[in-house]
T-cell receptor, first 110, second 110 residues
Framework: QKEVEQDPGPLSVPEGAIVSLNCTYSNSAFQYFMWYRQYSRKGPELLMYTYSSGNKEDGRFTAQVDKSSKYISLFIRDSQPSDSATYLCATRMGNTPLVFGKGTRLSVIA | NAGVTQTPKFQVLKTGQSMTLQCAQDMNHNSMYWYRQDPGMGLRLIYY???????DKGEVPNGYNVSRLNKREFSLRLESAAPSQTSVYFCASSALGQQFFGPGTRLTVL
């Protein structure tokens, strides 16, 4: 079993829709959780960073962590065509390197 | 602040040739990383350096060497390039748990 599982998609939604992106992880020792956005032919950029269970909101983006279920989610409200990208979840424990999901490709259709 | 910079942006090599990918960060981060990204495989860690003077192998180190030249710079060397090393290479640096990526180097080995 891979440490972080993420559905690769692709996921296609109409503009304005609420998008839900999800990952599961296997190691309960993971403490830090991140979401990265990667546009085509660009490097990943850090979108959300959270340490604890619960929700963290930043504008149209909400990151949710459920440590009891080992489940992390990213919600995008009022999705825009500019949100079309690949979204990668990542997690780590202590100072160890990040463990990434393989990414979900999202297309928001105008 | 340039963040994380990588050179070159593109490179084509013949099998057996050698080259060094350069990475520099201006954020005073202790930790630096080299990843490769291939379709369907996600981001895979090649080597990392937790601090100046230390380097450690990641998931896919074979065929690569690294040098942490100073706190700012972390280079990746391919001694004898193989077609299997055709990929997009990303450098990253991190501090306080947050990791930031460079724009990538697209390498083709013929």
């Amino acid at each position: 079993q891979k440490e972080v599982e993420q559905d690769p998609g692709p996921l296609s939604v109409p503009e304005g829709a609420i998008v839900s992106l999800n990952c599961t992880y296997s190691n309960s020792a993971f403490q830090y959780f991140m979401w990265y956005r990667q546009y085509s032919r660009k490097g990943p950029e850090l979108l959300m960073y959270t340490y604890s269970s619960g929700n963290k909101e930043d504008g149209r983006f909400t990151a949710q962590v459920d440590k009891s279920s080992k489940y992390i989610s990213l919600f995008i409200r009022d999705s825009q065509p500019s949100d079309s990208a690949t979204y990668l979840c990542a997690t780590r424990m202590g100072n160890t390197p990040l463990v990434f999901g393989k990414g979900t490709r999202l297309s928001v259709i105008a | 602040n340039a963040g994380v910079t990588q050179t070159p942006k593109f490179q084509v090599l013949k099998t057996g040739q050698s080259m060094t990918l350069q990475c520099a960060q201006d954020m005073n981060h202790n930790s630096m990383y080299w990843y490769r990204q291939d379709p369907g495989m996600g981001l895979r860690l090649i080597y990392y350096s937790a601090s100046e003077g230390t380097t450690d192998k990641g998931e896919v180190p074979n065929g690569y060497n690294v040098s942490r030249l100073n706190k700012r710079e972390f280079s990746l060397r391919l001694e004898s390039a193989a077609p299997s090393q055709t990929s997009v290479y990303f450098c990253a640096s991190s501090a306080l748990g947050q990791q930031f990526f460079g724009p990538g180097t697209r390498l083709t080995v013929l």
